[in-house]
């Protein structure tokens, strides 16, 4: 402070002085603040809980260990304050989070890579398991056969069934038949693959690894080695999905998380093409990007999970309940493109005409590009087994 601003500061009146009041709720609590005067770590006089030098926090951790593993506690199933703060915004205001990101409101709410990979995690997993049967609710009857019961079981229940009946004695399976019972079954499932080499065709001919085998002049040798390697593979791979489906849906699963994340980039080309004359760096769309796509994951959370809602209500006969979860799945399924519509609108802040035909042009870009990266996702999940 030079002599000028001191001695204007001596003559400035105190009810003139600039307070400046911050928000309680972006800040740490009282009690969990040392009190230092200077900060711990690199010696910073303090203005308050956090150093404006290095940014560490006056956090005490020396105190009754309850008292502190409460405060962890808190802190680990409140899922962070501005984790909560951010849900409001993402799904009931369209282009907020973004608009506020640029703006410079940034610590209020969670980051956008951070939200990004936490709902997709969670959609993958809840996806993965519904998809692949790992959780299933169907209706059975309790053991006085008057009240539905839902249950939750898991695909291996068809193998313990296959090997209690394969623990039967030999005269238990001559009486039920069991030996011609599998062999129908597996006759039925051969003549359902119909799958062969023969199938395959290159050259207008049937495929043959010695005499017609994949041969494309521009690729490398041993890229041809392994086309070849897994076309001759292919039929095996075939038994074992249709023996197993999950095999397939499992390795889809493997895959598409981090094929996403990969294609985020992609995405955030796409906005940069249609918004080329928008003044906007390439980072600003990715952000919008990474918004958008952290909304779709948990409005697809909240349609999975009504769906098993709605399975269960029906399953115990709560027709009203179920009409609300029939409901739900509709109106966010209805507020999901009408969400997409008005982020852009926010943030781009272009007229709704301008806005619904690059909405549109936007939308067919991406399910094309979608449609690619899921069409590579499944055979390269093949290709994997």
């Known amino acids: 402070m030079n002599p000028e601003q001191a001695a204007e500061r001596e003559t400035r009146p105190v009810e003139q002085e600039l307070v400046t009041v911050g928000d309680p709720s972006l800040s740490l609590r009282a009690k969990k603040l040392a009190g230092s005067a200077q900060c711990l770590n690199c010696g910073t006089g303090l203005k308050g809980p956090f150093c404006y030098f290095c940014g560490q926090p006056d956090r005490?951790?020396?105190?009754?260990?309850?008292v502190l593993l409460r405060d962890l506690m808190e802190d680990l199933f409140d899922l962070d304050s501005r984790f909560m703060r951010t849900m409001k915004p993402?799904?009931?205001?369209?282009?907020?989070?973004?608009?506020?990101?640029?703006?410079?409101?940034?610590?209020?709410?969670?980051?956008?890579?951070?939200?990004?990979?936490?709902?997709?995690?969670?959609?993958?997993?809840?996806?993965?398991?519904?998809?692949?049967?790992g959780i299933s609710i169907h209706k059975t009857?309790?053991?006085n056969g008057t009240e539905p019961?839902?249950?939750?079981?898991?695909?291996?229940?068809?193998?313990?069934?296959?090997?209690?009946?394969?623990?039967?004695?030999?005269?238990?399976?001559?009486?039920?038949?069991?030996?011609?019972?599998?062999?129908?079954?597996?006759?039925?499932?051969?003549?359902?693959?119909?799958?062969?080499?023969?199938?395959?065709?290159?050259?207008?001919?049937?495929?043959?690894?010695?005499?017609?085998?994949?041969?494309?002049?521009?690729?490398?040798?041993?890229?041809?080695?392994?086309?070849?390697?897994?076309?001759?593979?292919?039929p095996q791979k075939a038994e074992q999905v249709n023996e197993n489906p999950n095999l397939i849906i499992d390795k889809v699963f493997d895959i598409l998380p981090a094929t996403m994340f990969v294609l985020l980039p992609v995405?955030?080309?796409?906005?940069?093409?249609?918004?080329?004359?928008?003044?906007?760096?390439y980072i600003e769309h990715l952000i919008f990007s990474l918004h958008n796509h952290?909304?779709?994951?948990?409005s697809?959370?909240?349609?999975?999970?009504?769906?098993?809602?709605?399975?269960?209500?029906?399953?115990y006969g709560y027709a009203a309940a179920e009409?609300?979860?029939?409901?739900?799945?509709?109106?966010?399924?209805?507020w999901i493109p009408i969400y997409l519509l008005i982020s852009l609108r926010v943030v781009y802040r272009q007229s709704w005409l301008m806005t619904t035909g690059k909405f549109a042009m936007i939308g067919i870009s991406y399910m094309t590009l979608l449609l690619i990266v899921t069409t590579g996702v499944a055979i390269a999940s093949f290709v994997l087994l």
């Open 294 to 298: 952290a909304f779709l994951f948990v």
């Open 323 to 334: 009409a609300v979860m029939s409901w739900v799945i509709l109106l966010i399924s209805i």
């Open 60 to 66: 005490n951790f020396m105190r009754f260990f309850p």
């Open 141 to 143: 009857v309790d053991e």
């Open 90 to 133: 993402l799904l009931f205001k369209p282009g907020r989070l973004t608009r506020d990101y640029m703006e410079g409101r940034r610590f209020r709410y969670a980051p956008p890579m951070r939200l990004y990979i936490f709902s997709s995690i969670v959609f993958f997993l809840l996806a993965a398991l519904i998809s692949s049967d």
């Open 149 to 234: 019961v839902a249950e939750v079981h898991s695909v291996e229940k068809q193998q313990e069934v296959e090997d209690a009946l394969s623990n039967l004695s030999p005269e238990v399976h001559a009486q039920i038949g069991l030996g011609q019972l599998k062999a129908e079954i597996k006759a039925k499932d051969e003549v359902n693959s119909g799958f062969k080499l023969d199938d395959i065709q290159f050259n207008d001919e049937p495929w043959n690894r010695e005499t017609n085998p994949v041969d494309i002049k521009w690729l490398p040798g041993w890229l041809n080695d392994r086309i070849n390697d897994e076309i001759e593979g292919s």
């Open 267 to 281: 995405v955030a080309l796409i906005f940069k093409f249609w918004y080329l004359f928008a003044k906007r760096y």
């Open 300 to 315: 697809l959370i909240i349609i999975l999970l009504a769906g098993l809602g709605e399975t269960l209500c029906a399953n």
